[in-house]
């Protein structure tokens, strides 16, 4: 969801839940989460992401909310204030959302093109398994969609329609939710799905070695951070605009619950759907997990095309207002940094994500065969994001929590609102558990990458 443009503060405590649920929910949650289950064991990585977004992702969000809560600014302003030393973790926070944009904005093109296609009654079509490899590889199509949903973007965050973004939200998220779970259970009761729902939910430990649980865990952080909005400075903006009254540990544990329960929701309807339709073959799963398998479940309803619309619709619109919040913070940043006036900004931010999207888009047809440490362009924006930036950023917040200003500072900003449940849990995440973890997880991931290890 879109941020407000003066550091105003939200209506109320639900008001900030839903804006920070609204970032949260998106793609990550629909498209991203269930493809890595798949990929990364099932049930393993069900229940490894479920513990880290208790213990990791509480303790992160926390004290980010915390952060921004106690300096009334967003990161790059926050780090600074509390420390002038750590001015430049603020910076490097602002980085992720420039990278992550543009190719949000090619998957968001994506979600568009799927809606067109339902709409105009083709859900047979969709169905096909060489539907979206065939979209996907052509060289202008996609660029038209992800064109489109840049625009989208872009006029609203130009116009600046806020209020009308927050209030349709708040109608469409539930509407999204309930879809959701009607088509989780009818993907569910298919014939054959019940392996799906086997491997995705109870976790195989015969399966487990040391070294395919670490390439699990590296996958679940990095989409911890993602989903949750997490270690790119959102929460910290988000919680500058939060009353100093309103709970904030209740919050924390609204948005984990919110965000973990759509991404659960989403697992269940897709990975069923692959077993049932397509045969099982979940580790090869890659992003376009989703889109090759709901279509399936659509084509074999009744009103499918119907089905199909208003689902894409309901996935748009998460998809916008998570968009709208990244390009709404790169925007501000280069305001504030440049005192660029607002339309200018915005244009310039458009045109570079149009510019880098584009690399995105040309990574699946004409540069298929260019490679970047043996990743396709999408997914190494992905990867330099999720799985080195973000870490990078969420280590220097626990040493900076921990000890440059020490968690106290962020345990009294959260107890001027309530107790702080999971106190001491924070405290041990913060200091000890996740700053020795996300070391592990940084070098082991870059190590991977650049061949020196197998995972
Ligand atoms: N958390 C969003 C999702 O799961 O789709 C992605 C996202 C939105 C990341 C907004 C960052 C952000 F600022």
């Known amino acids: 969801m879109a941020v407000a443009k003066q550091r105003s503060s939200f209506s109320g405590r639900i008001g900030f839940v839903l804006a920070a649920a609204g970032s949260a929910v998106g793609l990550g949650n629909l498209w991203r989460f269930p493809y890595l289950a798949a990929k990364y064991g099932g049930g393993i990585f069900l229940l490894v992401y479920i513990i880290l977004a208790l213990t990791f992702g509480f303790a992160l969000m926390t004290a980010e909310i915390a952060i921004g809560r106690k300096t009334g600014l967003s990161a790059i302003g926050a780090y600074k204030k509390l420390n002038k030393k750590f001015g430049f973790v603020g910076w490097l926070t602002s980085v992720v959302p420039m990278i992550i944009l543009p190719y949000y904005c090619a998957i968001g093109g994506w979600v568009t093109k799927y809606l067109a296609t339902y709409i105009s009654g083709q859900a047979t079509a969709a169905a096909e398994d060489s539907y979206f490899t065939g979209f996907i590889s052509q060289t202008w199509s996609p660029i038209f969609w992800f064109c489109i949903y840049v625009a989208l973007t872009a006029v609203i965050v130009l116009f600046g329609v806020q209020k009308g973004v927050e209030k349709a939200s708040k109608l469409m998220m539930p509407i999204l939710a309930v879809l959701s779970v009607v088509v989780a259970v009818y993907s569910v009761t298919r014939p054959g799905a019940l392996e799906g729902v086997k491997y995705y939910l109870l976790p195989d430990f015969s399966s487990v070695t040391p070294s395919s ?76 997990l989703m889109f090759q398998a ?162």
């Not at 270690?231 to 948005?255: C, F, H, P, R, W």
């Not at 009744?302 to 709404?328: D, H, P, R």
């Open 213 to 288: 649980l670490l390439l699990t865990i590296v996958a679940a952080v990095g989409q911890l951070f993602y989903s949750m909005s997490l270690a790119m400075g959102i929460m910290i903006t988000y919680g500058s605009y939060m009353k100093k009254e309103d709970d904030l540990n209740k919050s924390v544990a609204q948005i984990e619950i919110c965000d973990t329960g759509f991404a659960i929701i989403a697992g269940l309807m897709v990975i069923p759907a692959v077993f049932a339709f397509s045969g099982a073959a979940p580790q090869e799963a890659g992003p376009g």
């Open 294 to 455: 709901l279509p399936k479940v659509f084509a074999s309803m009744g009103f499918g095309s119907l089905f199909g619309a208003a689902f894409f619709l309901l996935v748009l619109f998460a998809a916008l207002t998570s968009s709208i919040s990244l390009m709404e913070t790169v925007v501000s940043i280069f305001q504030d940094k440049f005192g660029w006036n607002r339309k200018l900004t915005c244009l310039l931010v458009t045109a570079g994500c149009l510019g880098v999207g584009l690399l995105s888009c040309f990574g699946y047809s004409i540069w298929s065969d260019f490679k970047i440490l043996g990743l396709q362009i999408l997914d190494f924006f992905d990867f330099i994001s999720n799985n080195v930036l973000m870490p990078i950023v969420a280590l220097l917040t626990c040493i900076f929590v921990g000890y440059v200003v020490g968690t106290k500072v962020v345990a009294d900003e959260v107890k001027l609102s309530s107790k702080f449940r999971r106190e001491k849990l924070f405290k041990v995440m913060i200091k000890y558990i996740a700053p020795v973890f996300l070391v592990i997880i940084l070098v082991s991931s870059v190590l991977d990458v650049f061949g020196v290890i197998t995972l």
